[in-house]
């Protein structure tokens, strides 16, 4: 009764969206995440459902620690998968460096899910942006403050806005065009 706040809620639909006007062409997405994580369970369930729908194979590869995760990237690539969709695991997050690396010498994209990822290296991402994510939470917090709302009267809130980020000099690595679309409206995440 006395508890609200905000939730990181991924909107997996927009970010295979995205993946999928980047590049129309996939027919196989490597979904890494980590069985540890319960966080991963509901992004990961409508990804597949999203895939079935669309006709598009997936592959699953699972993992418990960091070294887990990392050999399941190299197995991943070596099943030739034409992308890597990371949703929202931590674990994957943690060494999405060691993963890009192998990724990238082998010409698989990688699409993020917030703009920390695409900073790393992913190719392009459509999700949270966690600065927004803390100003929704802040003014939501505001409201309980000046009792302009009390905590019991709030639902909890998940972000309102998603943004597009591209990392241009990722795609350029692998020899990726992004399309006009998405570059006029996407937000440039390379470092």
């Known amino acids: ?53 669309k006709g598009i194979a997936y592959k699953e590869y699972t993992a418990n620690s960091v070294d887990e995760v990392i050999a399941a990237a190299g197995t991943l690539i070596a099943d030739g998968v034409d992308c890597l969709s990371n949703l929202t695991d931590n674990n994957v997050v943690g060494v999405l460096t060691s993963i890009l690396e192998k990724t990238d010498e082998a010409g698989i994209p990688v699409y993020g899910s917030e703009v920390e990822q695409v900073k790393l290296g992913c190719v392009a991402g459509a999700g949270l942006d966690y600065v927004q994510l803390g100003i929704q939470t802040g003014l939501m917090a505001a409201k309980v403050l000046t009792g302009e709302a009390a905590c019991e009267d709030l639902p909890y809130e998940t972000i309102e806005n998603y943004g597009l980020y591209i990392n241009s000099d990722a795609a350029a690595e ?18």
Request: aromatic content about 6%; some cysteine; charged content about 25%.
């Open 1 to 53: 009764d006395y508890v609200t706040g905000m939730s990181d809620a991924l909107n997996t639909q927009f970010i295979l969206d995205m993946m999928l006007a980047q590049d129309p062409e996939v027919q196989t997405v490597g979904l890494l995440y980590s069985l540890s994580e319960p966080n991963s369970t509901k992004p990961i369930a409508e990804a597949k459902e999203y895939l079935d729908g």
């Open 174 to 191: 692998l020899g990726i065009t992004i399309p006009d679309d998405i570059a006029q409206e996407a937000q440039e995440c390379a470092e």
